[in-house]
T-cell receptor, first 113, second 111 residues
Framework: SQQGEEDPQALSIQEGENATMNCSYK?????LQWYRQNSGRGLVHLIL?????REKHSGRLRVTLDTSKKSSSLLITASRAADTASYFC?????????????FGTGTRLKVLA | NAGVTQTPKFRVLKTGQSMTLLCAQD?????MYWYRQDPGMGLRLIHY???????AKGEVPDGYNVSRLKKQNFLLGLESAAPSQTSVYFC??????????FGPGTRLTVT
């Protein structure tokens, strides 16, 4: 079973709007990461948030982490057509050590120009 | 600085054939990983390595073997390919507590 589950599975927005996607996980974690995947390409790391952090920013990205609810959200502000991609969360369960990550099934984001 | 490279990029195999996928990284990372990605399934960990000479099983290891004879290389072998192994295979490298760097992927079709 998947440790991380993203929600929604697919999201379509207009350029300039904000996009929010969520990730839920099942067990205690060391950190949570978000990755982007353009069609047919490898994954690119976006941001890492550790279990003792609640919020993190990187450019137009904002990530929150709620360990009590075992959930995280990724907000992309002022979206652009180039943001069209699939977004995955990855968690490192504490029980598996800090180097074995489990990926969710992803959110497919489409930004319309 | 090439990052993580994978060879080949595409391959078609017949059922029962064998092949080896090569992953190379030039970032001196200790940890390396092999994942497979199937439609709607996200990435699933096949095998991983926490250092030269070490390997460990991931979530879906059956039908695959790996070797890490050199720190910069991580090989994934399919001994007897099956149609269920049709997938896109990604290699990644990184360090504990930090992000992973992914290769461009190998698209494998088993007929």
């Amino acid at each position: 079973s998947q440790q991380g589950e993203e929600d929604p599975q697919a999201l379509s927005i207009q350029e300039g709007e904000n996009a929010t996607m969520n990730c839920s996980y099942k067990t205690s974690i060391n950190n949570l990461q978000w990755y982007r995947q353009n069609s047919g390409r490898g994954l690119v790391h976006l941001i890492l948030i550790r279990s003792n952090e609640r919020e993190k920013h990187s450019g137009r990205l904002r990530v929150t982490l709620d360990t009590s609810k075992k959930s995280s959200s990724l907000l992309i502000t002022a979206s652009r057509a180039a943001d069209t991609a699939s977004y995955f969360c990855a968690t490192a369960p504490l029980t598996s050590g800090t180097y074995k990550y489990i990926f969710g099934t992803g959110t497919r984001l489409k930004v319309l120009a | 600085n090439a990052g993580v490279t994978q060879t080949p990029k595409f391959r078609v195999l017949k059922t029962g054939q064998s092949m080896t996928l090569l992953c190379a990284q030039d970032m001196n990372h200790e940890y390396m990983y092999w994942y497979r990605q199937d439609p709607g399934m996200g990435l699933r960990l096949i095998h991983y390595s926490v250092g030269e000479g070490t390997t460990a099983k991931g979530e879906v290891p059956d039908g695959y073997n790996v070797s890490r004879l050199k720190k910069q290389n991580f090989l994934l072998g399919l001994e007897s390919a099956a149609p269920s192994q049709t997938s896109v295979y990604f290699c990644a490298s990184g360090e504990a507590h930090y992000e992973q760097y992914f290769g461009p992927g190998t698209r494998l079709t088993v007929t």
